[in-house]
């Protein structure tokens, strides 16, 4: 069985950078497209940004692109999010989930997504002066 745990969240200050990490384990990461996704208090969890199975496609939500960098280690079993300029409104607990598709570069930022069957337990992110 798969099994997902996030890592490198922390408080951080406006303008910030934060790197997390969705390390893999049970089974190889390569299977699956990865997608990383957050909720903050009393809104709904959101898409932030994905990535395919083979590393060579990835989605960003509008509020991560340029600022926000997905990329994986299928050696390490592992998917990390740079994210840099942070802002307070990228205040939430991140997750990261697991999406066992046939395309080798397919990936989905749609939280609602039935194939994403595998989470994590999520990393806390806080953005404050």
């Known amino acids: 069985q798969l099994q997902l745990v996030e890592s490198g969240g922390g408080l951080v200050q406006p303008g910030g950078s934060l790197r997390l990490s969705c390390a893999a384990s049970?089974?190889?990461?390569?299977?699956?497209?990865i997608g990383w996704f957050r909720q903050a208090p009393g809104k709904e969890r959101e898409g932030v940004s994905c990535?395919?199975?083979?590393?060579?496609?990835?989605s960003y939500a509008d509020s991560a692109k340029g600022r926000f960098t997905l990329y994986r280690d299928n050696v390490e079993n592992t998917v990390y999010l740079q994210m840099n300029n942070l802002k307070p409104e990228d205040t939430a607990i991140y997750f990261c989930a697991a999406d066992r598709n046939r395309f080798p570069d397919f990936c989905s930022i749609d939280a609602r997504n039935p194939r994403y069957l595998d989470w994590g337990q999520g990393t806390q992110v806080t953005v404050s002066a």
């Open positions: 049970g089974r190889p990461l390569d299977a699956y497209a």
């Open positions: 990535i395919g199975k083979n590393g060579k496609s990835s």
